[in-house]
């Protein structure tokens, strides 16, 4: 079984710092790319950051542009999520995707985490 597992969140004052981590474990042939989104309160999700996993461009949303890194260790199937000059606006429930390739002859999917929670306080 293949899982999907954020780590990092927290309280933060603005200005402050967080790095988030998530980790796709189990059995799978390999990753097409990761992925973070988020959602606050009564707003619809958005996607954050993605990264291919074998090359190529990275997104970023314009409201974080400059402000956050996504990143990844290959080796680990982990990709991280550094975020600085954090805003009362970055609080958010944020969610790790995985974008699977499984073994045999399934079909890749995108595979959700539970999301952490990130508070930036003003």
């Known amino acids: 079984q293949v899982q999907v597992v954020e780590s990092g969140g927290g309280l933060v004052e603005a200005g402050d710092s967080l790095r988030l981590s998530c980790v796709t474990s189990g059995r799978f042939f390999s990753l097409y790319h990761m992925a973070w989104f988020r959602q606050a309160p009564g707003k619809e999700r958005e996607l954050v950051a993605r990264i291919p996993w074998n090359g190529g461009t990275l997104y970023y949303v314009d409201s974080v542009k400059g402000r956050f890194t996504i990143s990844k260790d290959s080796a680990k199937n982990t990709v991280y999520l550094q975020m600085n000059s954090l805003k009362p606006d970055d609080t958010a429930v944020y969610y790790c995707?995985?974008?699977?390739?499984?073994?045999?002859?399934?079909?890749?999917?995108?595979?959700w985490g539970q999301g952490t929670q990130v508070t930036v306080s003003s």
């Open positions: 995707v995985a974008g699977v390739v499984p073994t045999g002859r399934g079909r890749q999917y995108d595979l």
